[in-house]
């Protein structure tokens, strides 16, 4: 059981380029997440999805897309990539509902952006 | 409005000493309650949860955490430290008139457990 899986674990791009990050749950759990982490802010909650087809920004969603056509994928998009956007990426998966809202990570992404 | 607070960005502890990492929160309902932890190079693993019930919560590999409504507080608790323990944990906190799912993180402690 994979649970869940991101790709590419590491990526370097440069300014300006566009950059997807993918995210695959094995699981079919309804809430999907993005989130990033920098030194000193913890994780910030980007987008997340409570189904296919919904999607709602989080706390830091300026310069970032998503989709989810379906239940399973949930791709993060950088449109034009830049420095600020240097970070640690973790998709994240839940059930949902007031007892199965707890959150399961993938291994993360390291995304420099020259 | 949600918001979480981890007044220690560090803590150490003696192996076999008990350890506290603290959380503190604010709400406007009820708080739905997560401590979470990260190890080095790793992505973020659950450890407990408190919704409702019991104001003590028992999670994975011997973490307790104590919900304490009066004091805002949801204190991440071990009664023997193991050098394994050593990671950055993450406190996070969802108000129940907040949007399934959408937890707030805090910006994490980091235990070091020390031989």
């Known amino acids: 059981d994979a649970g869940i899986t991101q790709s590419p674990r590491y990526k370097i791009t440069e300014t300006g380029r566009q950059v997807t990050l993918m995210c695959h749950q094995t699981?079919?759990?309804?809430?999907m997440f993005w989130y990033r982490q920098d030194l000193g802010h913890g994780l910030r909650l980007i987008y997340y999805?409570?189904?296919?087809?919904?999607?709602d920004k989080g706390e830091v969603p300026d310069g970032y897309v998503v989709s989810r056509s379906k239940t399973e994928n949930f791709p993060l998009t950088l449109e034009s990539a830049t420095r600020s956007q240097t970070s640690v990426y973790f998709c994240?998966?839940?059930?949902?509902?007031?007892?199965?809202?707890?959150?399961?990570f993938g291994p993360g992404t390291r995304l420099l952006v020259l | 409005a949600q918001s979480v607070a981890q007044p220690e960005d560090q803590v150490n502890v003696a192996e076999g000493n008990p350890l506290t990492v603290k959380c503190t929160y604010s709400?406007?309902?009820?708080?739905?309650l997560f401590w979470y932890v990260q190890y080095p190079n790793r992505g973020l693993q659950f450890l407990l949860k408190?919704?409702?019930?019991?104001?003590l919560v028992k999670g994975s590999y011997g973490f307790e955490a104590e919900f304490n409504k009066s004091q805002t507080s949801f204190h991440l608790k071990k009664p023997s430290a193991l050098v394994s323990d050593s990671a950055l944990y993450f406190c996070?906190?969802?108000?129940?008139?907040?949007?399934?799912?959408?937890?707030?993180f805090g910006d994490g402690t980091t235990l070091t457990v020390k031989p």
């Open positions: 994240a998966a839940a059930l949902g509902g007031q007892n199965f809202e707890t959150q399961y």
């Open positions: 699981w079919s759990h309804s809430y």
């Open positions: 999805s409570a189904a296919a087809d919904i999607t």
């Open positions: 709400v406007s309902g009820n708080p739905y």
């Open positions: 408190y919704i409702t019930g019991d104001n």
């Open positions: 996070a906190v969802r108000d129940e008139y907040t949007n399934a799912g959408k937890s707030t």
